[in-house]
């Protein structure tokens, strides 16, 4: 008899995973809590999987053998407590697809840096012609591609919330590129609970395996103690000399794997074509990665000088006015825009705002006295960033649409000025997610 797999959440890895269950022979079954985009439901339909939308039902649910759940539900939902009450094992999207697979994975994690961290890395390989596949929470589904597709690498972003559904799935190569206080309310406001989640990445780690992390994030290596792991350990730094590992030498990228060789990897951290130190770290991590695949010095170089950076992420969306529009719609936490308002090399109108994560505002108060002159808040309540920032800038305005908020910020700055979009907050209050955030915020900007 075919065990029964149930999938809550119908998005892309919740479609991925349906297809893998049934070509591993599950009865397979789906249950959106919401409407399934059409796409996922054709697909679903395609490959004769049964499904429903706008709802939940709990004799469909509660019979499953295997349960695997879309990282965006919580714990705290009714169903998931119904779940746990009957030790129906609940999985991540990871951690199943990875038990169908003999590929070498690549997985990076952490609270910022992870999506360019990982496109980098797979653009590395790609140029090196490698036969690999991107996924988690970027690109197609993990799933999917162990389904569909044969890959010999993969590179996988992973958000805590999918580390928290992952138990025997290894990560032959793990990237933690920092922890920064996120998602709090997630994890009871306990930043312990956060990194413990963000450790997981080592989990059922081997001695042939690496762990590669930055030695500059005082929340990854106050902790590091505390999660022994058999890895081979290469950290990254901006300050301190790393060997093995990489480190910035007088204004020089360094990698250097293998103390006992003269093998060095060298370019001018000018000549990165992502600017910002967090940009910086960004690529130390990646040019470990390549190096530890053995990947031409040559092909490393040409992807860190010639890399584009992703959409919504301090994505350059030009000048109107003699004023400069940037996008950074995926800076959700603190510590992202702490990187962006860094970077800025002229005066800030600052558009901020958006679902509030049990965020502390504190490390941002001097950079945006010294950088920001205006906020405009774009969110349903605003009311933590007026507290923590009314003293700091001149004026705070607030706005309840993108088009509001990017006329408001055009009207307010100055030639010269950057009008920069850097929520620090979840994007679900007024609009579908951060890409539709950042999308709304460039078609605003055309509009001017």
């Known amino acids: 008899m075919k065990k029964r797999l149930v999938i809550l959440g119908a998005g892309e890895s919740g479609t991925g995973a349906a297809i893998l269950g049934v070509k591993k022979d599950y009865d397979v079954f789906v249950s959106d809590a919401g409407a399934i985009k059409g796409k996922y439901m054709d697909e679903l339909n395609q490959y004769h999987i049964s499904f429903e939308q706008n709802k939940h039902t709990e004799e469909l649910i509660l019979n499953a053998d295997l349960i695997i759940k879309s990282p965006g539900i919580p714990e705290k939902a009714e ?63 993990f799933a999917r591609q162990v389904a569909l597709e044969n890959h010999d690498y993969y590179v996988l972003e992973i958000s805590s919330f999918q580390l928290d559904g992952m138990c025997d799935f290894r990560s032959n190569i793990a990237i933690l590129t920092n922890i920064s206080p996120d998602h709090l309310d997630r994890y009871n406001y306990d930043i312990n609970n956060y990194i ?25 290596t106050d902790n590091i103690e505390k999660y022994p792991t058999k ?41 990165l074509s992502l600017k910002g130190r967090h940009n910086a770290y960004n690529s130390m ?88 002159k205006i906020i405009v808040c774009l969110g349903l309540d605003n009311r933590k960033i007026h507290e923590s920032f009314g003293q700091e800038v001149d004026m705070i305005v607030n706005a309840t649409s993108m088009q509001e908020a990017v006329h408001i910020a055009y009207k307010l700055a100055s030639k010269d000025d950057t009008v920069l979009l850097s929520p620090a907050c979840a994007s679900f209050d007024l609009f579908e997610d951060y890409q539709d955030r950042g999308r709304q915020f460039k078609k605003a900007v055309r509009n001017l």
């Open 285 to 372: 991590a990646a040019a470990v990665v390549g190096d530890v695949l053995e990947i031409r010095k040559g092909l490393i170089r040409d992807s860190l000088t010639q890399f584009v950076n992703i959409e919504h992420r301090l994505e350059d969306c030009g000048k109107v006015g003699g004023i400069e529009f940037v996008n950074d719609s995926k800076a959700t936490t603190v510590n992202a825009v702490w990187y962006a308002l860094e970077s800025m090399q002229t005066p800030v109108v600052w558009i901020a705002g958006g679902v509030d994560k049990g965020n502390d505002y504190t490390q941002l108060k001097s950079l945006v006295k010294d950088k920001v």
């Open 196 to 220: 413990a989640s963000k450790f997981r990445i080592l989990q059922n780690q081997t001695e042939e395996d690496y762990f590669i992390y930055c030695a500059d994030n005082k929340f990854t």
């Open 79 to 141: 169903i998931i407590k119904k779940l746990r009450s009957l030790d129906i094992p609940i999985i991540s999207e990871i951690e199943f697809a990875g038990k169908y697979t003999d590929a070498f994975i690549i997985c990076i994690t952490g609270t910022d840096g992870k999506t360019t961290t990982t496109s980098i890395i797979y653009d590395i390989m790609v140029r090196a012609e490698m036969n690999v596949g991107l996924g988690g929470n970027i690109g197609k589904s």
């Open 231 to 271: 890895a081979q350990k290469l950290p990254f730094s901006f300050f301190e000399k790393c060997e093995p590992g990489a480190y910035n030498n007088n204004g020089e990228l360094t990698v250097k794997i293998n103390p006992l060789n003269n093998q060095i990897f060298i370019m001018n951290l000018s000549e």
